[in-house]
C-alpha cells in the first residue's frame, strides 16, 4: 500500500481565495505529480517535479503553481480560485527505475 | 499526451459473469499500468506491466502487455459487486519522460 496523502479531502471556498492543497508522501520517491480529474473523465496532468527544486507544467494548462522545497512535499497553490477550478485534485509519485505511479486519496475542491 | 483508445466505455454485467477491456495507441510504449478508481478516491494501481508480451496475474485479473507494444488489455474473471469502479489503463515511453498517459477509463456496474 502506497504511503501518499492528501489535504483537506474537501474543500468548499469563495470565489478569489487562495488555496493550498498538500500532498505529502513518505516513500522517498523523486518525482511527484499533480492530476485534475473531473467526476467520471480522465485524469489530465497540470504539474510534475522530478526532484526538489524542479517542477514543470503538465499538459493541461492551470492556473496553479506548485513548490518542491522538500522531497517528500508537493504542496499546490490557487492565488485567487474561481468556479472553472472546481474539480478533484489527485497527487501522485514514483520512485527510481520503474514508472509506476502511486496515487493519494485526492482532494474535491468546489469553488462557489 | 499521446492517447490511448480504452473500450468499452462502460459495462453493466451481472455477478458471476467475466469482464474483458482494453486499451489501443498508435504510439508504441514501455510500460502499461492497469488502476482502479472507487467514488472518491484516488486511483490504485491493480497491475503493472513492464515487458512486451508480458501477461500478469493479481487474483482474479489478469493483463497483458501487447506484442507490439501499442495495446494492453484487463480480464476480470468471475466478477463480484466489489469490483464495481472505473478502471483506467496508462501507459508510458520515453517521449513523455516519466508521465503517463491515461485512457478515458471504462466504467464497471456489477449486479449482485
Known amino acids: 500500500e502506497a504511503d501518499i496523502y492528501q489535504t483537506p479531502r474537501y474543500l468548499v471556498i469563495g470565489t478569489g481565495k487562495k488555496i493550498t492543497l498538500e500532498c505529502s508522501q513518505t516513500m522517498g520517491h523523486d518525482k511527484m505529480y499533480w492530476y485534475q480529474q473531473d467526476p467520471g473523465m480522465e485524469l489530465h496532468l497540470i504539474h510534475y517535479s522530478y526532484g526538489v527544486n524542479s517542477t514543470e507544467k503538465g499538459d493541461l494548462s492551470s492556473e496553479s503553481t506548485v513548490s518542491r522545497i522538500r522531497t517528500e512535499h508537493f504542496p499546490l497553490t490557487l492565488e485567487s480560485a474561481r468556479p472553472s477550478h472546481t474539480s478533484q485534485y489527485l497527487c501522485?509519485?514514483?520512485?527510481?527505475?520503474?514508472?509506476?505511479?502511486?496515487f493519494g486519496p485526492g482532494t474535491r475542491l468546489l469553488v462557489l | 499526451g499521446q492517447q490511448l483508445n480504452q473500450s468499452p466505455q462502460s459495462m453493466f454485467i451481472q455477478e458471476g459473469e467475466d469482464v474483458s477491456m482494453n486499451c489501443t495507441s498508435s504510439?508504441?510504449?514501455?510500460?502499461w499500468l492497469w488502476y482502479k478508481q472507487e467514488p472518491g478516491e484516488g486511483p490504485v494501481l491493480l497491475i503493472a506491466?513492464?515487458?512486451?508480451?508480458e501477461l500478469t496475474s493479481n487474483g482474479r485479473l489478469t493483463a497483458q502487455f501487447g506484442i507490439t507494444r501499442k495495446d494492453s488489455f484487463l480480464n476480470i474473471s468471475a466478477s463480484i459487486p466489489s469490483d464495481v469502479g472505473i478502471y483506467f489503463c496508462?501507459?508510458?515511453?520515453?517521449?513523455?519522460?516519466?508521465?503517463?498517459?491515461f485512457g478515458k477509463g471504462t466504467s464497471l456496474l456489477v449486479t449482485p
Open positions: 496508462a501507459a508510458q515511453n520515453s517521449n513523455s519522460g516519466y508521465a503517463l498517459n
Open positions: 506491466l513492464y515487458k512486451a508480451g
Open positions: 501522485a509519485s514514483s520512485g527510481a527505475g520503474l514508472e509506476t505511479q502511486y
Open positions: 504510439s508504441i510504449f514501455n510500460t
